[in-house]
């Protein structure tokens, strides 16, 4: 236990609880605005999105939002990618002939989002885009088009709001920098 709180002390803080609700808004106003009046299915990637897609679907208004779920696997417990993918949960919903918005916590390489982009637009359907919360611009290997960015962060390895070190730290309701 004693080793858990130093761990988070060794964190410095980049994006507080309130600039997250904030910018949470603002996405939500940008996506209801975009689909008003459409049907809309919100696909999270877990693990690392599940506060960022609980959070944002509530903050679609006028919108006939839908919601599932993938789980893919790229990382292991280190902070570089594998560069493999690998899909741990599928969709559950179909996705021809539908709206599709895919709801990520950080894009990083990319390699993640290429895979995924390809994988479900092989699905046909209606429209698919990217909603992620975070950006780490300089690092992109496969150059990803996001509909929608929260922040352009420091290549720094972030935790926080949903996203862990070796599973580690997804509960804190802000996100830091881990190890500064
Ligand atoms: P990409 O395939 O390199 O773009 O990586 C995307 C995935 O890697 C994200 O969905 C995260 O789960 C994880 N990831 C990338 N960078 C970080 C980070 O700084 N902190 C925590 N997870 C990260
Ligand atoms: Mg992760």
Avoid: W
Avoid at 64 to 91: N, P, W
Avoid at 111 to 137: E, N, Q
């Amino acid at each position: 236990m004693a080793e858990q709180i130093s761990d988070y002390q060794a964190l410095s803080p980049l994006y507080t609880t309130e600039q997250l609700q904030s910018k949470v808004k603002e996405l939500g106003e940008a996506i209801s605005r975009d689909y008003a009046g459409e049907e809309l299915l919100l696909v999270s990637i877990l693990k690392g999105s599940f506060i960022f897609m609980a959070d944002l679907c509530r903050a679609i208004h006028g919108v006939k939002v839908a919601i599932d779920f993938m789980a893919v696997s790229s990382y292991g417990d280190k902070t570089q990618t594998s560069g493999v993918v690998r899909i741990v949960k599928d969709l559950s919903s179909t996705v021809k002939e539908r709206h599709v918005l895919i709801i990520e916590d950080i894009l990083d390489s990319g390699v993640t989002l290429r895979y995924l982009l390809k994988y479900i637009g092989a699905r046909g359907p209606l429209s698919l885009d990217v909603c992620t919360l975070l950006r780490k611009k300089d690092r992109q290997l496969a150059k990803i088009e996001a509909r929608y960015v929260g922040f352009d962060c420091p290549d720094q390895f972030i935790v926080g709001y949903g996203l862990d070190y070796a599973e580690q730290y997804r509960n804190l309701p802000y996100i830091g920098i881990l190890g500064k």
